[in-house]
């Protein structure tokens, strides 16, 4: 979007005539339209409409280092429509490509490699690996502070809870040094952090103080701050990781890769030369570091690429040119999970259910949970649940010094014991009532932009039920019917309560435990459905609701049959637990 506007700056032009954007809430273009700046998701939904892009005579894909899912989608389907229109120009570009590798995916094409304005950058190893590359991280940023010339200090972590420990212990240590030293402003940034205190980052530094940014992985490629002249690497970030043989996705501190290194590296020579200090080795860099990050597609739930594909009409998935091959079990989980959706016949042929999910930019569990809606009379709700399970664990903000008064205002939402589910529905309902009102979100602790794109994703979701012909209808008074719709896309996401306080999944046993943030974390239900499973600390169900067991032979025979479910009442539950479903 902003590079749109940059663009039809410097061209003179307005923007949305000869160049204009298309993003997921926003289509920014018109007839006039020569130059159209989008995210690789839209271009992927592009080809649903136009499978052989006819409209467009060059296309380019930028960052293609990053291997998202859909970047690596888009790079088979562009492949392969290229061979048979050789008028369509294909430009990749990265400025930290393995330029020989594309180039051999895409047919030996030619490389052209041109050089950028770059300011020389000092790297920095450690003698010795750190054991705590958390207190390593604060010793370099007052070291730095004390000792080196001005210019801000930017520090990678791997996520909030580090950089809220990196935040309280800095302030502690710069209260108690006072006067001796100068100002230093710290400025934390993650995805959770309200909007308003984000934008702190971008604020030029006072004369005489510096600045430190506490960032994730974000910083590497997607921000860019004026003024870093230094930069920690303490070598670690968090990797989204999917086991297609449980199901399960973790979130996992792992070691960055030589790539990571150079991009984090490069951030301090961006506006004059600067210094990385790697908090590692030099040995560990050369020896211990992969050179790239693993693409996505091979470490994630591929049911939507399967659905997107078979969409597309490519029914050979095994033989896909991928550009790196996804697991073969984890494609044949994503084509029995679509299976057991309804989405696929038993020949892999898309159905009316699966045409009809495919339509949704939703994972296949939402959006046969939306299908289903229909049956229920309950649309409203679902798509309202949809939105807000869309945006992740983004809803609620935590500070750290005001936590029991956050979670306190959390609880109000799930009255009666709802579930995570109903409780997401009534906040959406609730912010709704007061104009979507932002004082509201600050007085109950929700993050305002999470809130707007929940919105912007629901008026989406609302224009495509027309598409797909399912009436809005509404049915708030009838909790087992909205619960029945969740059910109708989760029903393989079920568990049911142990003697010992854990809960097993019903299907593949696995013990699991309620997430400490669900409402019902305390009452532990006998049967409960989920939203997704999370290997942190312990695995952990996200987003979990009460159900009874003998929903899940009503809504899936072919899944689930009555031995499943039938010992549900003769098992003693601890005291207190498992209380009988609604």
Not at 286 to 300: C, F, G, W
Not at 358 to 366: H, N, R, S, V
Not at 388 to 395: A, D, F, Q, V
Not at 526 to 549: A, C, D, G, I, S
């Amino acid at each position: 979007m902003s590079v749109a506007a940059r663009v039809s700056q410097e061209m003179g032009v307005k923007l949305g005539h000869e160049v204009g954007y298309s993003i997921r809430f926003e289509d920014c273009t018109s007839d006039k339209t020569i130059i159209k700046y989008m995210t690789d998701g839209m271009l992927l939904r592009e080809f649903l409409g136009e499978p052989d892009l006819a409209s467009y005579s060059v296309v380019m894909v930028d960052e293609a280092h990053e291997r998202t899912l859909s970047t690596d989608i888009l790079f088979g389907l562009v492949k392969d429509i290229s061979r048979f229109r050789p008028d369509l120009k294909l430009l990749i570009s990265s400025a930290t490509l393995d330029a020989e590798k594309f180039s051999d995916y895409f047919d030996s094409a030619p490389i052209f490699k041109i050089p950028g304005r770059r300011y020389p950058v000092e790297i920095h190893y450690t003698k010795a690996p750190e054991a705590d590359y958390i207190d390593a991280a604060i010793v370099t940023v007052l070291q730095i502070h004390v000792t080196q010339s001005p210019g801000d200090i930017l520090v990678f972590l791997t996520g909030q809870e580090e950089i809220e420990t990196v935040d309280e212990i800095l302030k502690h240590r710069t209260r108690g040094l006072g006067t001796k030293i100068s100002e230093l402003i710290i400025c934390p940034i993650y995805a959770n952090l309200p909007t308003e205190l984000q934008a702190k980052i971008f604020e030029p530094t006072p004369e005489g103080a510096r600045k430190v940014v506490l960032a994730t992985n974000i910083a590497e490629t997607s921000l860019t701050i004026d003024g870093i002249k230094y930069v920690i690497d303490p070598g670690f970030c968090k990797i989204k990781s999917y086991n297609p043989r449980t199901g399960m996705e973790s979130l996992l501190i792992n070691p960055i890769s030589k790539a990571s290194a150079n991009q984090r590296a490069g951030r301090s020579g961006r506006t004059g030369p600067g210094k990385c200090f790697r908090l590692y080795t030099s040995y560990n860099y050369m020896h211990d570091l992969e050179d790239n990050t693993v693409p996505e597609i091979q470490r994630t739930n591929l049911a939507n690429v399967v659905l997107t594909l078979k969409s597309l009409g490519i029914h050979d998935l095994v033989n896909f040119d991928f550009m790196d091959p996804p697991p073969s079990e984890a494609l044949l989980r994503a084509l029995e999970q679509l299976f057991a959706l309804s989405a696929l016949n038993s020949r892999g042929e898309l159905t009316k259910t699966g045409r009809r999910m495919a339509e949704f930019p939703l994972d296949p569990m939402l959006s046969k949970m939306i299908v289903a809606s229909e049956k229920y009379k309950c649309s409203d709700e679902i798509i309202s649940i949809a939105s807000m399970l869309s945006i992740g664990n983004s809803i609620f903000y935590r500070p750290k010094d005001k936590q029991v008064h956050a979670d306190n205002a959390r609880l109000n939402f799930h009255t009666g014991n709802v579930g995570d589910h109903i409780a997401l529905l009534n906040v959406y309902n609730s912010w709704k009532e007061t104009d979507y009102s932002t004082q509201w979100c600050y007085e109950n602790y929700i993050q305002v932009r999470s809130m707007k794109r929940a919105r912007d994703i629901r008026d989406q979701l609302d224009g495509l039920m027309e598409r797909v012909e399912i009436e809005i209808c509404s049915n708030t008074s009838d909790l087992d019917a909205i619960k029945k719709a969740i059910t109708s896309g989760f029903f393989h996401h079920s568990a049911r309560l142990q003697r010992d306080g854990t809960y097993k999944t019903v299907k593949n046993p696995q013990t699991v435990h309620i997430h400490p943030s669900s409402g019902l974390a305390e009452v532990r239900p006998r049967w409960v459905v989920y939203h997704e499973l999370v290997l942190t600390t312990k695995e952990f169900m996200r987003q979990v609701t009460e159900l009874k067991p003998e929903w899940l032979v009503e809504i899936a025979p072919h899944y689930y049959q009555l031995k499943d479910v039938e010992d549900s009442g003769t098992k003693k539950l601890p005291k207190g637990q498992g209380r009988a479903a609604l």
